[in-house]
T-cell receptor, first 112, second 114 residues
Framework: DAKTTQPTSMDCAEGRAANLPCNHSTISGNEYVYWYRQIHSQGPQYIIHGLKNNETNEMASLIITEDRKSSTLILPHATLRDTAVYYCIVRPRYNQGGKLIFGQGTELSVKP | SAVISQKPSRDICQRGTSLTIQCQVDSQVTMMFWYRQQPGQSLTLIATANQGSEATYESGFVIDKFPISRPNLTFSTLTVSNMSPEDSSIYLC???????????FGSGTQLSVL
Protein backbone atom coordinates (compact mmCIF):
# COMPACT_ATOMS: atom_id res chain seq x y z
CA ASP A 1 0.00 0.00 0.00
CA ALA A 2 1.08 3.57 -0.66
CA LYS A 3 2.53 5.27 2.41
CA THR A 4 1.79 8.84 1.40
CA THR A 5 -1.17 11.21 1.55
CA GLN A 6 -1.65 13.93 -1.04
CA PRO A 7 -4.51 16.29 -1.91
CA THR A 8 -6.58 14.94 -4.76
CA SER A 9 -6.34 18.09 -6.84
CA MET A 10 -4.87 21.58 -6.89
CA ASP A 11 -4.99 24.62 -9.14
CA CYS A 12 -2.19 27.05 -9.85
CA ALA A 13 -1.97 30.20 -11.92
CA GLU A 14 0.49 30.20 -14.78
CA GLY A 15 3.79 31.82 -13.79
CA ARG A 16 3.21 31.35 -10.10
CA ALA A 17 4.91 28.82 -7.85
CA ALA A 18 3.11 25.51 -7.41
CA ASN A 19 3.55 24.00 -3.95
CA LEU A 20 2.46 20.38 -3.74
CA PRO A 21 2.33 18.90 -0.24
CA CYS A 22 2.81 15.30 0.75
CA ASN A 23 2.39 13.60 4.10
CA HIS A 24 4.49 10.54 4.87
CA SER A 25 4.27 10.33 8.64
CA THR A 26 5.28 6.64 8.80
CA ILE A 27 8.45 7.02 6.75
CA SER A 28 11.42 5.08 8.07
CA GLY A 29 15.04 6.11 8.13
CA ASN A 30 16.00 4.02 5.11
CA GLU A 31 13.30 5.34 2.79
CA TYR A 32 13.66 8.01 0.13
CA VAL A 33 11.01 10.49 -0.95
CA TYR A 34 10.48 10.46 -4.72
CA TRP A 35 8.34 12.68 -6.90
CA TYR A 36 7.09 11.71 -10.33
CA ARG A 37 4.53 13.22 -12.63
CA GLN A 38 2.39 11.78 -15.37
CA ILE A 39 1.16 13.92 -18.19
CA HIS A 40 -1.91 12.51 -19.89
CA SER A 41 -1.23 9.43 -22.05
CA GLN A 42 2.48 9.34 -21.21
CA GLY A 43 4.65 7.24 -18.89
CA PRO A 44 5.57 8.77 -15.53
CA GLN A 45 8.45 11.23 -15.55
CA TYR A 46 11.00 11.47 -12.74
CA ILE A 47 11.16 14.89 -11.09
CA ILE A 48 13.34 14.70 -7.99
CA HIS A 49 14.13 12.61 -4.93
CA GLY A 50 15.74 13.06 -1.54
CA LEU A 51 16.51 11.36 1.74
CA LYS A 52 16.61 14.11 4.36
CA ASN A 53 18.21 17.19 2.84
CA ASN A 54 16.40 19.64 0.62
CA GLU A 55 17.10 19.09 -3.05
CA THR A 56 16.91 21.26 -6.15
CA ASN A 57 17.32 20.51 -9.82
CA GLU A 58 16.34 22.11 -13.10
CA MET A 59 12.73 21.02 -12.73
CA ALA A 60 11.84 21.58 -9.11
CA SER A 61 12.80 21.87 -5.46
CA LEU A 62 12.05 19.33 -2.77
CA ILE A 63 11.66 20.51 0.79
CA ILE A 64 11.64 17.77 3.45
CA THR A 65 10.74 18.65 7.02
CA GLU A 66 13.30 17.98 9.71
CA ASP A 67 11.29 15.08 11.14
CA ARG A 68 10.86 13.74 7.55
CA LYS A 69 7.14 13.25 8.06
CA SER A 70 6.16 15.53 5.23
CA SER A 71 7.56 17.20 2.16
CA THR A 72 6.69 19.81 -0.44
CA LEU A 73 7.45 19.80 -4.13
CA ILE A 74 7.89 23.30 -5.52
CA LEU A 75 7.61 24.15 -9.19
CA PRO A 76 8.94 27.72 -9.10
CA HIS A 77 7.23 29.10 -12.21
CA ALA A 78 4.42 26.82 -13.31
CA THR A 79 3.51 26.65 -16.99
CA LEU A 80 0.54 25.12 -18.75
CA ARG A 81 2.75 22.15 -19.64
CA ASP A 82 3.11 21.35 -15.94
CA THR A 83 -0.52 20.25 -15.83
CA ALA A 84 -0.26 16.60 -14.77
CA VAL A 85 -0.80 14.12 -11.96
CA TYR A 86 2.01 14.40 -9.41
CA TYR A 87 2.95 11.38 -7.33
CA CYS A 88 4.81 11.49 -4.02
CA ILE A 89 6.32 8.10 -3.21
CA VAL A 90 8.43 6.72 -0.38
CA ARG A 91 10.77 4.04 -1.54
CA PRO A 92 13.01 1.66 0.40
CA ARG A 93 16.66 1.53 -0.39
CA TYR A 94 17.72 -0.87 -3.14
CA ASN A 95 18.91 -3.57 -0.80
CA GLN A 96 15.57 -3.61 0.98
CA GLY A 97 13.28 -4.08 -1.98
CA GLY A 98 13.55 -0.82 -3.85
CA LYS A 99 10.02 -0.95 -5.20
CA LEU A 100 8.20 2.19 -6.28
CA ILE A 101 4.59 1.98 -5.08
CA PHE A 102 2.28 4.65 -6.48
CA GLY A 103 -0.60 6.26 -4.61
CA GLN A 104 -3.38 8.29 -6.20
CA GLY A 105 -1.38 11.47 -6.59
CA THR A 106 -2.38 15.13 -6.93
CA GLU A 107 -3.92 16.34 -10.15
CA LEU A 108 -2.38 19.76 -10.75
CA SER A 109 -4.14 22.10 -13.15
CA VAL A 110 -2.16 25.15 -14.25
CA LYS A 111 -4.50 27.83 -15.51
CA PRO A 112 -3.74 30.86 -17.69
CA SER B 1 19.14 8.77 -18.75
CA ALA B 2 17.77 5.58 -20.25
CA VAL B 3 15.99 5.17 -23.56
CA ILE B 4 13.25 2.57 -23.28
CA SER B 5 11.57 1.06 -26.29
CA GLN B 6 8.31 -0.68 -25.50
CA LYS B 7 6.46 -2.70 -28.13
CA PRO B 8 3.73 -2.79 -29.20
CA SER B 9 2.53 0.70 -28.33
CA ARG B 10 -1.06 -0.48 -28.54
CA ASP B 11 -3.04 -3.54 -29.50
CA ILE B 12 -6.59 -4.78 -29.66
CA CYS B 13 -6.93 -8.45 -28.76
CA GLN B 14 -9.60 -11.08 -28.58
CA ARG B 15 -10.71 -12.68 -25.34
CA GLY B 16 -8.77 -15.85 -24.52
CA THR B 17 -5.64 -14.95 -26.47
CA SER B 18 -2.24 -13.88 -25.12
CA LEU B 19 -0.07 -10.86 -25.85
CA THR B 20 3.65 -10.47 -25.23
CA ILE B 21 4.99 -6.98 -24.56
CA GLN B 22 8.65 -6.24 -25.07
CA CYS B 23 10.83 -3.76 -23.20
CA GLN B 24 14.26 -2.93 -24.63
CA VAL B 25 16.67 -0.54 -22.90
CA ASP B 26 19.62 1.18 -24.58
CA SER B 27 22.01 0.29 -21.74
CA GLN B 28 22.39 -2.22 -18.94
CA VAL B 29 20.15 -1.62 -15.95
CA THR B 30 20.07 -3.03 -12.46
CA MET B 31 16.33 -3.39 -12.00
CA MET B 32 13.33 -3.73 -14.29
CA PHE B 33 9.70 -3.52 -13.23
CA TRP B 34 6.32 -4.02 -14.89
CA TYR B 35 3.31 -1.89 -13.98
CA ARG B 36 -0.34 -1.83 -14.94
CA GLN B 37 -2.49 1.27 -15.14
CA GLN B 38 -6.20 0.63 -15.43
CA PRO B 39 -8.40 3.35 -16.92
CA GLY B 40 -8.54 6.41 -14.69
CA GLN B 41 -6.38 4.77 -12.03
CA SER B 42 -2.88 5.08 -10.66
CA LEU B 43 -0.08 2.65 -11.46
CA THR B 44 0.00 -0.78 -9.85
CA LEU B 45 3.22 -2.77 -9.65
CA ILE B 46 2.86 -6.23 -11.20
CA ALA B 47 6.33 -7.65 -10.63
CA THR B 48 10.06 -7.14 -10.51
CA ALA B 49 11.81 -8.78 -13.46
CA ASN B 50 14.95 -10.52 -12.21
CA GLN B 51 17.80 -11.21 -14.59
CA GLY B 52 18.35 -14.93 -14.98
CA SER B 53 15.73 -15.99 -12.44
CA GLU B 54 12.00 -16.02 -11.86
CA ALA B 55 10.25 -12.68 -11.46
CA THR B 56 9.04 -11.49 -8.06
CA TYR B 57 5.29 -10.90 -8.18
CA GLU B 58 3.21 -8.53 -6.09
CA SER B 59 0.13 -9.62 -4.21
CA GLY B 60 -2.71 -10.31 -6.61
CA PHE B 61 -0.50 -11.14 -9.59
CA VAL B 62 0.62 -14.65 -10.54
CA ILE B 63 3.12 -16.10 -12.95
CA ASP B 64 0.55 -18.15 -14.87
CA LYS B 65 -1.35 -15.00 -15.81
CA PHE B 66 1.62 -12.65 -16.27
CA PRO B 67 4.73 -14.66 -17.18
CA ILE B 68 7.83 -12.48 -17.32
CA SER B 69 11.22 -13.08 -18.84
CA ARG B 70 14.46 -11.18 -18.42
CA PRO B 71 17.22 -12.97 -20.29
CA ASN B 72 19.80 -10.16 -19.93
CA LEU B 73 20.35 -6.72 -18.42
CA THR B 74 18.71 -4.78 -21.26
CA PHE B 75 15.59 -6.74 -22.19
CA SER B 76 12.40 -8.07 -20.63
CA THR B 77 9.02 -9.33 -21.76
CA LEU B 78 5.64 -9.42 -20.06
CA THR B 79 2.95 -11.75 -21.37
CA VAL B 80 -0.71 -11.18 -20.57
CA SER B 81 -2.23 -14.67 -20.83
CA ASN B 82 -5.75 -15.83 -21.50
CA MET B 83 -6.95 -12.25 -21.72
CA SER B 84 -10.34 -10.97 -20.65
CA PRO B 85 -11.83 -7.46 -20.99
CA GLU B 86 -10.70 -6.77 -17.39
CA ASP B 87 -7.11 -6.89 -18.62
CA SER B 88 -7.69 -3.78 -20.72
CA SER B 89 -5.08 -1.38 -19.35
CA ILE B 90 -1.86 0.40 -20.05
CA TYR B 91 1.16 -1.77 -19.26
CA LEU B 92 4.41 0.03 -18.49
CA CYS B 93 8.00 -1.07 -18.24
CA UNK B 94 10.27 0.74 -15.78
CA UNK B 95 14.03 0.51 -15.30
CA UNK B 96 16.64 1.67 -12.83
CA UNK B 97 20.24 2.13 -13.92
CA UNK B 98 21.88 2.35 -10.50
CA UNK B 99 20.82 1.53 -6.99
CA UNK B 100 18.76 4.16 -5.18
CA UNK B 101 18.52 6.37 -8.21
CA UNK B 102 15.70 7.40 -10.50
CA UNK B 103 13.43 5.03 -12.35
CA UNK B 104 12.69 5.62 -16.00
CA PHE B 105 9.43 4.58 -17.62
CA GLY B 106 8.57 3.47 -21.10
CA SER B 107 5.69 5.08 -22.94
CA GLY B 108 3.48 2.09 -22.26
CA THR B 109 1.39 -0.44 -24.16
CA GLN B 110 -2.29 0.37 -24.49
CA LEU B 111 -4.13 -2.96 -24.47
CA SER B 112 -7.80 -3.35 -25.29
CA VAL B 113 -9.44 -6.76 -24.96
CA LEU B 114 -12.72 -7.39 -26.75
Amino acid sequence: DAKTTQPTSMDCAEGRAANLPCNHSTISGNEYVYWYRQIHSQGPQYIIHGLKNNETNEMASLIITEDRKSSTLILPHATLRDTAVYYCIVRPRYNQGGKLIFGQGTELSVKP
Amino acid sequence: SAVISQKPSRDICQRGTSLTIQCQVDSQVTMMFWYRQQPGQSLTLIATANQGSEATYESGFVIDKFPISRPNLTFSTLTVSNMSPEDSSIYLCSVEKAANEKLFFGSGTQLSVL
